[in-house]
């Protein structure tokens, strides 16, 4: 059971570190994500794995699974869901107005309004 979390664990953060690489906004947004998946599987796991183990301590259990990782894996997926939308959102702003989705490209003002007056068909040719 170790080998099979350790082994999700290491899959999700290579599989982040290589989105988070790459020179597209979306990508690196599903990096980050996969990446948090990852952490938080480690966490949860952090917590003992053990099957059919209740989570709160109390007469007559010897076995029990530790509560605070559970709740901390919780309250991250709620965190991360929102921050993701947040970057989402970001992204498509970033998008719409640069029309472009590049991460490390400069974006000259200019050229940006160029493009845009060349889309509307009132460039010169």
């Known amino acids: 059971m170790e080998l099979l979390v ?3 664990v290491g899959a ?3 599989a982040g570190i290589y989105m988070i690489l790459r020179l597209r906004t979306f990508p690196v947004i599903i990096g980050t994500s996969l990446i948090s998946y990852a952490v938080n599987i480690f966490l949860f796991a ?3 794995l053990m099957l059919d183990a209740p989570p709160i301590l109390r007469e007559g259990v010897d076995v029990y699974t530790d509560p605070l990782p559970q709740a901390l894996v919780l309250t991250a997926i709620v965190i991360s869901f929102g ?3 947040v970057v ?3 992204a498509v702003g970033s998008y719409l107005s640069a029309g472009d989705d590049m991460v490390n490209e ?4 200019a050229a940006v309004q160029h493009a845009a007056s060349a889309k509307r068909g009132g460039g010169q040719a």
């Open 106 to 109: 400069p974006v000259d003002p």
């Open 12 to 14: 999700l953060t290579a």
């Open 88 to 90: 989402v959102m970001m």
């Open 46 to 48: 952090s917590g003992r």
């Open 83 to 85: 921050m993701t939308a």
């Open 6 to 8: 350790a082994t999700a």
